[in-house]
């Protein structure tokens, strides 16, 4: 079975401020994809990032980086110098191929993430 | 512009009511799903479908019923035997359902059964 853990239910950070968000998955299989979704109030999911399971890199998009570590099996997000705008739920997701061409997607329980200026 | 568009954005019934929410899209894919989002619980799968006139059940199936008669279009009824039917609804889709591939959302409809 495939889990996500998302421990961090509330952040709140003070503007220009670093935060961290974090994500553990469980997966049994060795090829998957992890993903991270923002939901701003609007409630749109949008999508920000995927990462298969055999590319370790770390990745920097603007102030948003992401610290994929196969080793403690987590798939950690940081925006740097953080913004009001900043401020949504994010989802951290896990699909893995499940019964030939079907998959399975699991999401995290997310993050409210409040920037306060 | 490409996207997904959900209606109505809020909706309130009374209790023993079906309703149905719609979802339309128009980038052309595949895939189209329906998820359910409560306070703190995240997004859970009710249904999907990855080719018109088929559809498969996701986690939480029961009481809820869809179909797919146009690629584009994937409208999802809450019928009355669903128990707990107040939540946050979200549509979304993907180029061929591919595993890898990511999804779309539209905006949401906002179910209030009272």
């Known amino acids: 079975a495939q889990k996500v853990t998302q421990a961090q239910t509330e952040i709140s950070v003070v503007e220009k401020e670093d935060v961290t968000l974090d994500c553990v998955y469980e997966t049994r299989d060795t090829t998957y994809y992890l993903f991270w979704y923002k939901q701003p109030p609007s409630g749109e999911l949008v999508f920000l990032i995927r990462r298969n399971s055999f590319d370790e890199q770390n990745e920097i998009s603007g102030r948003y980086s992401w610290n994929f570590q196969k080793s403690t099996s987590s798939f950690n997000f940081t925006i740097t110098a953080s913004q009001v705008v900043d401020s949504a739920v994010y989802f951290c997701a896990l699909s893995v191929v499940s019964g030939g061409s079907n998959y399975k997607l699991t999401f995290g329980k997310g993050t409210l993430l409040t920037v306060n200026p | 512009d490409g996207g997904i568009t959900q209606s109505p954005k809020y909706l309130f019934r009374k209790e023993g009511q079906n309703v149905t929410l719609s979802c339309e899209q128009n980038l052309n894919h595949d895939t189209m799903y329906w998820y359910r989002q409560d306070p703190g619980q995240g997004l859970r799968l009710i249904y999907y479908s990855q080719i018109v006139n088929d559809f498969q059940k996701g986690d939480i199936a029961e009481g809820y019923s869809v179909s797919r008669e146009k690629k584009e279009s994937f409208p999802l009824t809450v019928t009355s035997a669903q128990k707990n039917p107040t939540a946050f609804y979200l549509c979304?889709?993907?180029?061929?359902?591919?595993?890898?591939?990511?999804?779309?959302f539209g905006n949401g409809t906002r179910l209030t059964v009272t």
């Open positions: 979304a889709s993907s180029n061929r359902g591919r595993y890898n591939s990511p999804l779309h």
